[in-house]
Nanobody, 124 residues
Framework: QVQLAESGGGLVQAGGSLRLSCAASGRTFSRYAIGWFRQAPGKEREFVAVISASGGNTDYADSVKGRFTISRDNAKNTVYLQMISLKPEDTAVYYC?????????????????WGQGTQVTVSS
């Protein structure tokens, strides 16, 4: 069982930066890949970034490559999403989620545990 809680969202101007955190409870956190997804009003939830359980592998949606960086600190049971050069189209609720080994990282339905989400709003 893993419980996740996001923080760090807020209102920022275009071109600005934010760092989201995903804090986890549970001794098995280090066994899970952690993904970030986002959902804008009227749109489907979309994949943003993912990091493997060990932290050795990462991947990003094309729309955020070069601007977002995912990292994790298993000693602190926390995953981070550093976001720079933010754009108005990045506005969404951002969720972190945990997937056990062997799942499809890019399919939100393959994630077992979800946080409550944090709002990111980028003004133009």
């Amino acid at each position: 069982q893993v419980q996740l809680a996001e923080s760090g969202g807020g209102l920022v101007q275009a071109g600005g930066s934010l760092r989201l955190s995903c804090a986890a409870s549970g001794r098995t956190f280090s066994r899970y890949a952690i993904g970030w997804f986002r959902q804008a009003p009227g749109k489907e939830r979309e994949f943003v970034a993912v990091i493997s359980a060990s932290g050795g592998n990462t991947d990003y949606a094309d729309s955020v490559k070069g601007r977002f960086t995912i990292s994790r600190d298993n000693a602190k049971n926390t995953v981070y999403l550093q976001m720079i050069s933010l754009k108005p189209e990045d506005t969404a609720v951002y969720y972190c989620a945990a997937a056990p080994h062997g799942r499809n990282w890019y399919d939100y339905s393959d994630y077992d545990y979800w946080g409550q989400g944090t709002q990111v709003t980028v003004s133009s």
